[in-house]
């Protein structure tokens, strides 16, 4: 389980998250709704580990993340790929899913297979 507690974060002397609360359960889908500017990405930067949170907790199943380096957070299972940078823009949708699997070494072909079907039965629009 994700869980974050008055996490607050900024540049500088701006503050964008202030307080802010969130629990993702395992396997639960959340999406994270809002206006330009209201802090979505800064909160996905600061799960990931890219911004430090200037107060707060950030747990991962009770483990506190927060100030562990990205590339362990990564190995935990979380990873953060920004959007509109085209950091893999020539790539499938397919090939997207496999790069996604990047953590989980250990699965053969045919688990990686049945994973990407599994994703793509929840988000049909993948598949198309």
């Known amino acids: 389980m994700l869980e974050i ?13 202030r307080s802010v609360d969130l629990d993702v359960a395992p396997g639960e889908l959340v999406a994270l709704v809002g206006a330009n500017g209201a802090g979505k990405s800064t909160l996905l930067k ?8 200037t ?11 927060a100030g562990v380096p990205p590339a362990d957070i990564v190995r935990l299972g979380i990873a ?10 020539r790539l ?3 090939d997207n ?15 990686l297979a049945t994973r990407v079907e599994e994703v793509c039965r929840i988000f049909p629009a993948l598949s198309g």
């Open 97 to 111: 899913l496999i790069l996604g699997a990047y953590c989980h070494r250990h699965l053969t072909r045919a688990d």
């Open 55 to 65: 107060a707060g907790t950030i747990r991962l199943d009770r483990r506190p993340i």
């Open 80 to 89: 953060h790929v920004p959007e509109g940078r085209q950091v893999f823009g």
């Open 5 to 17: 507690r008055e996490l607050r974060a900024g540049y500088g002397e701006v503050e964008v998250l």
């Open 46 to 53: 600061c799960i990931s580990g890219l911004v430090p949170p």
């Open 92 to 94: 499938s949708v397919a």
